[in-house]
């Protein structure tokens, strides 16, 4: 059967190795975990699966950027002034605690998304409902909500004059360095740039092991595209890609429902509007699918209105269910999938002393009338002194933005809060026609962006199996062998007469030839079995007297515990052929 409590993985993750809390030793430290053996290998399979899919098959880029920014970064971002969470606390045990994660989790309120509401409404909630303190149980109708910002502060190089901050996510170490990546790729777009990397937010209140900390990984792509040009993605690769569809319109409906339709058809319908968004959709359910995420436990969740992000016009998220056995659905945030427009590139190009915009080559040289003047500074210098350079910059502006403001005989600047009239046949105004070969633009950016962490909690909860094997009860992870911390154990039957030094052989062999081997030799082979079938190895090889005689091995199947025998000459092939799917059990 499948199913597991968030308790009982919790536990399993730790006692084989996959993670728990970090700094055990000194009371442990919440928000932090530390991938043991078991996960650091899975994770690091989940990362390259992931870079495969969205990077080498895209054709995208890779870049890999510190992790400490300076603080005009994220002036110019927003992070600054609105990256916050609301945070109340408890008057009486002092604790602090996210105040709409307070009003989401009490089942009475009926709010499922209360991020996207105003502090003051939640307030107003925590009063109705008379909600309490989750530590103590203290009421907290009548305390303040203070906005609480999320990012980990720290200063650059000695002293406090230059501060700076652990970015709360990737995205931003590409983007600042738009103007040399564009030379990269020649200035054509579209193009992408990938990352994969830790990102920082000081969590009020970690919860759910890795579903909630203040140290993660994510996986984002930035994809700039010319958002007036026809390239669109080739959605033929992904149209028949099926997954459920919650819109933004089925939600505020009172029994509006996820809809299950192809990629094909949420494009079409117009459930998902933009092309390149339809596209990502269908190659992350496509990748979510491929780790081992239960598709009948996913959906694409639109962002409501109230939950869109400062820079977002559109977003959909990447949903998973881990839910406890018996307990109502719980669906956590995979990943995001969002058009950010020009927000970020524009907000650079205005805060640094860098051009964020590429080059578009016209297809043919146009003509094109501009506005210039050649203001006469002979007269400009008598009549405003100090102020004539000013008064020249800001007719310029004035005739690029208002060319019809002279079309009388003065016209009026404004400078410094003081007006300047000058006479326009003093500005030297002229209408010239000009030809152009292209213009500047400020590319827009889709972004997908994937945690990591989450995935790999998601992919451990769907593959948690319990069934029964020769009267005695079995635990095992059906994870895809791509992502499998372990692709193959190898045992021998007992650690004498040489079984033990041929077993040991064939373990070298086989890593050798890229796979990650478990060699074991304590205990029964039935434990033996037992412990790996517990972290998800999806084949055993077993060396035995046979072996010994005509070359062969037992090669044993996790999921169906059927066994088969195979030359040790074949072994490496076999076991690739299966990893690769080109080769079922059954077949052999």
């Known amino acids: 059967m499948s199913g597991v409590s968030a308790e009982a993985l919790v536990e399993l993750a730790k006692r084989r190795g996959f993670f728990l809390q970090s700094a055990g030793a000194y009371g442990g430290v919440s928000g932090f975990y530390t991938f043991g053996p078991q996960g650091a290998a899975m994770k690091r399979n989940v990362e390259d699966t992931w870079r495969e899919r969205f990077a080498i098959q895209e054709g995208h880029m890779e870049v890999d950027a510190p992790t400490v920014l300076p603080e005009p ?30 009003v989401e989790d009490d089942p009475d309120t009926g709010i499922e998304e209360a991020e996207s509401l105003a502090p003051e409404r939640v307030e107003e909630v925590i009063a109705e409902y008379e909600l309490a303190c989750p530590t103590c149980g203290t009421g907290l109708a009548g305390q303040a909500i203070e906005q609480f910002n999320l990012m980990f502060e720290t200063t650059i190089g000695p002293g406090s004059s230059s501060p700076g901050y652990l970015r709360p996510e990737t995205a931003q170490g590409i983007f600042i360095e738009f103007p040399q990546l564009a030379e990269y790729a020649r200035n054509q777009l579209p193009f992408g740039v990938t990352q994969i990397g830790r990102a920082y937010r000081n969590e009020i209140s970690p919860r759910k092991s890795l579903l909630r900390v203040r140290e993660f990984t994510q996986a984002e792509l930035e994809l700039f595209v010319d958002p007036d040009a026809d390239d669109v993605p080739d959605l033929s690769a992904v149209a028949d890609v099926t997954a459920q569809f919650y819109s933004a319109d089925a939600q505020a409906e009172a029994d509006g429902e996820p809809v299950e339709m192809t990629v094909g058809e949420a494009f079409d319908e117009g459930v998902v509007a933009d092309p390149w968004i339809a596209y990502y959709l269908g190659v992350a359910a496509e990748w979510y699918a491929a780790i081992g995420v239960d598709m009948d436990r996913f959906r694409f969740r639109q962002h409501r209105p109230g939950e869109l992000a400062h820079y977002s016009e559109d977003c959909w998220d990447a949903e998973g269910e881990v839910s406890d056995p018996g307990e109502d659905p719980d669906w956590i945030e995979l990943g995001g999938f969002a058009y950010r427009a020009d927000y970020d590139l524009s907000k650079h190009d205005a805060h640094s002393d860098e051009d964020f915009t590429v080059f578009k080559q016209y297809d043919e040289p146009v003509s094109v009338e501009t ?218």
């Open 73 to 102: 970064v994220f002036e110019a971002s927003g992070h600054l002034d609105g990256f916050d969470d609301m945070l109340v606390e408890c008057p009486e045990c002092g604790q602090s605690h996210r105040a709409d994660h307070i």
């Open 371 to 588: 506005p210039t003047v050649d203001p006469a500074m002979g007269y400009l210098g008598p009549e405003f002194g100090g102020a004539a350079g000013n008064v020249a910059a800001a007719l310029e502006a004035l005739a690029e933005d208002e060319p019809d403001a002279f079309d009388g005989e003065d016209v009026t600047v404004d400078v410094d809060g003081e007006s300047y009239t000058v006479p326009v046949e003093k500005t030297g105004f002229a209408i010239e026609e000009v030809t152009e070969s292209g213009e500047h633009i400020t590319p827009h950016v889709v972004e997908p962006s994937l945690g990591i962490d989450r995935a790999l909690y998601t992919a451990l909860d769907h593959a948690y199996r319990e069934d029964e094997v020769d009267g005695e009860e079995r635990t095992y992870l059906e994870l895809p062998p791509e992502v499998a911390p372990t692709t193959v154990g190898v045992f021998p039957l007992m650690d004498k007469d040489g079984l033990g030094e041929r077993a040991r052989e064939i373990a070298a062999e086989l890593r050798t030839a890229g796979f990650s081997v478990a060699y074991d030799d304590s205990g029964a082979i039935g434990r033996r079995y037992r412990r790996q079938d517990e972290i998800g190895t999806p084949y055993c090889v077993t060396v035995d007297y046979d072996t010994l005689e005509d070359a062969s091995v037992t090669i044993r199947d996790r999921d169906s515990t059927d066994q088969t025998r195979v030359a040790v000459a074949d072994l490496d092939s076999t076991i690739e052929s299966l990893v690769d799917g080109e080769t079922t059990f059954d077949e052999l």
